[in-house]
DNA sequence: CTGTTAGCGCTTTCAG
DNA sequence: CTGAAAGCGCTAACAG
């Protein structure tokens, strides 16, 4: 509250030259002990607040770090978020926001990215963006704009990811199934321009390949990871006949899930007992749904914080400029350095957590029990 | 792409002062049209993107909006995001997001808050949180700093502010359950500290008594607005004897109604046949759960938008200062300007959106007519 | 290890 | 209506 002080301030009380100050504000190692000391105490008594506006502007480089996200509505942007907000609220950077318009057409995504770089206000830019749109992410990190790419990923070599494993994760969900006695799986794929949604179908293929079970054409169908979009695929799955029909499906997300389970309510099938499902993501309500739904959990907010982890030691080391790109090809994009701990590529583990929509647990669902659930 | 222009810059090309420049750009009235159409002309062609940091450095006031959620994990918090960012998305300014860590405890409110006074870094605020933190947010605008509070408001006349009429909302949903012949209708209060749970309450109150049915104790239980936290309360309400048991139920939220209804499925009671059930918020899976809930409609994105509207509208006028509060209590809060077309405090209305779960839909409900509901 | 000197890019008086 | 000059608060070379 009382007055704001400056770096001058500080600088008079504690009798050294701003310079001085400035030095013990972003921890440069050339400082006296005792006058650190001395200035840390006095910035604390009159609780000293750098601008970051200043600083920015004179410093080049903001301590603001952007995340740019497709729809807020998507329940699984915002638990990414929630990572991604507790891991910068332990660092001096603020967040900064950039929302996909929810109608945007395709090359809206290049004008936001153009908007970011050309006025470079946030120092580094994590992006949530399908792996389509990678291209114009990496224009970006062509520039020499520190930017990791986040939750769906070309697992580009050149440019600083973080993902889950979906083919791993995938394949077990699969394999469970298969364990339980399933032949007949289907499969709702995802959007083509999601590369999990290919990499959630390669697990699949993978885990039936290993069980020697021959991949059916007729039961893979086409949705795009929501709801509505997978009303069809599962109408069409289900109508098969009886002797064709599959007795297990593993899903693409959780809300292709619930469809399934919709809509073989309607064709009088059980679930688990005539289909077993599985889907992919476990978002909150799936706990919840009757049957609980068995999914594949993916560490959303694990995501975020490692996508923080990550741009933020981006930051502290020199970003690899577009020019020595090609040396970087071969070599670690980051030279390691006190910041940088984690490589910069990171992918995550997913865990299968099975309840009752696969048919695995025999016992009689209450309310009571809703959460508890296995994790694998 | 090219190189950064700076003000400097443009001023050369078009052969003026940089402060004519910066006058056009800020669009002050004392400029010649004809340079002034120059200028634009020129800053259009080498695609100038001015500086907010300088400018906010220089001017003292950032073109950054801040807005404070509660946890990203509730999902009215995106969708209200949705419309705030769409918003922003049509003015100079950025987002800002502060985020309140999901364990804080209770005064992490005012230390963020007075985080944001003392770097100043946003222009102004959207404080979305429970309604008894309004104090914390208080101080800010007693400090002379532009801020909006949003969603569950304390309806402070001192203070801009933008929510929904829940007391109209939910004196409709319980109407509702009244015409359809329900006299024991129960209800499922909210956490004590959101101003919100009172006023859907006080709803429920007002619906009885216009019809002229006594409040009875026994049928309002305690709930937190979330599915796990009324899970108690409905056992309680629902294991009342036959006699006095509830035939219909007003919950103050979609979760809490959810959890109503697959404690009702436990106990043997249909919904609706046995139990009507009317939620409140319309979040997104209750058109899809069976049976499909009859609920108040809030108008997430519109309340986002409303916000950013009034918080801009304050930026453009001069902010009411301290000091001269006194005078404000019995005046609107701002003088009528260019920029202020809204009044300071905005209510906005809700829906009664009906579907399977309150019993007033005769017709089977099928899995395609899912998302058609009729709305009040 | 520390002080001095220039600015970062823009806004803002204050004189014309 | 417009230009000149003086910073906003901080960082970044340089010299010491």
Redesign the pocket.
Known sequence: MAR????????QLA?????????V??N?????????ARIHQIMQEVS??????????????NRLVGVLIPSFSWSFVGEIMRGVSEMIGHTPYELLVYSINDMARDNDKGDILDHILSTKLPAGLLAILPGHSAPYVERLHTHGFPVVMVDDTAHHPNMPWVNVDSVHGSYLAVKHLIELGHRRIAHIYGPQNFICAHERYQGYCQALEEAGIALDPLLVAQGNFEYHGALDAAHQLLSLPAEVRPTALFASTDLTAYAVIDVADSYGLRVPGDLAVVGFDDIESSARIRPALTTVRQPFAEIGKCGVELLLALLNTPVQRADSSLLALSLPVLTPSEGMVRPPHISLQTTLVVRASCGAQRQQQSVDEIIPSKVL
């Open positions: 704001k002080y400056t770096i001058d301030d500080i600088a009798g050294v030259s701003k310079a001085t100050v400035s030095r504000l972003n440069k190692p050339d400082v006296d002990p005792s006058t650190r000293f607040v750098p601008s970051i506006t200043a600083s920015g502007l004179a410093g080049g480089r």
